[in-house]
């Protein structure tokens, strides 16, 4: 089914483009939406009227992109997290992580727009992540994980633990020796015993 975009619909087009989609798509979302129109003789006339206002709006949004892209190459994102000695983390950096610490610098990104090498980062390093913003616009931002290193003093509660339970498990074999040492003696003195009444 052909519709006519009313405004930037992601991943399928920009306003004023004619589309091929699915029916089910255009009457349960774009339609109801208002975010398309039917193909027809009397939105394609609208649409040839309004198309020169429809170019000034893509020509500001070109100029607006181009100057983000000047912005965010400027920045330099880092995080700090829990790493291993081999520099591998303990989690990963994703592009929800990317785009909650542009919001913390102002600027508004949509997730899917954010490219990680490999959709998600697990080692510590510099990585360059691609945005995509309007039309063939893009920029590469510089992105920093260093890690914390998790240092042997960590684990060694487990240890410690397996010690004392160790000691709590030879303080019974101690125990139980005892009896037995007192025993020897008794059983010892026993035949002197019989061999008086000889």
Do not use: W
């Not at 790493?83 to 990104?109: Q, W």
């Amino acid at each position: 089914m052909k519709v006519i975009l009313n405004q930037d619909v992601s991943g399928l087009g920009e306003e004023g483009d004619i589309k091929e989609v699915a029916p089910g798509y255009a009457r349960n979302y774009l339609l109801p939406q208002k975010l398309a129109v039917p193909h027809t003789k009397e939105f394609l006339a609208q649409l040839e009227h309004k198309r020169a206002a429809i170019e000034k709006r893509k020509e500001g949004k070109r100029l607006e992109a181009a100057g983000l892209k000047e912005r965010l190459e400027a920045e330099e994102i880092h995080f700090s997290l829990p790493a291993g000695e081999n520099g591998k983390l303990f989690g990963s950096v994703s592009n929800v992580n990317v785009t909650t610490e542009l919001e913390k610098k102002g600027y508004t990104i949509e997730k899917k727009r954010i490219e990680i090498p490999e959709h998600t980062i697990r080692n510590t390093g510099t990585y360059k992540v691609r945005i995509r913003l309007y039309d063939k616009e893009e920029a590469t931002i510089k992105l920093v994980v260093e890690g914390i290193v998790q240092h042997a003093a960590a684990p060694a509660q487990p240890r410690s633990r397996g010690r004392r339970a160790e000691a709590a498990h030879e303080a019974p074999a101690v125990a139980a020796e005892a009896p037995a040492t007192a025993e020897a003696p008794a059983a010892a003195e026993a035949p002197a015993a019989s061999e008086g009444e000889n």
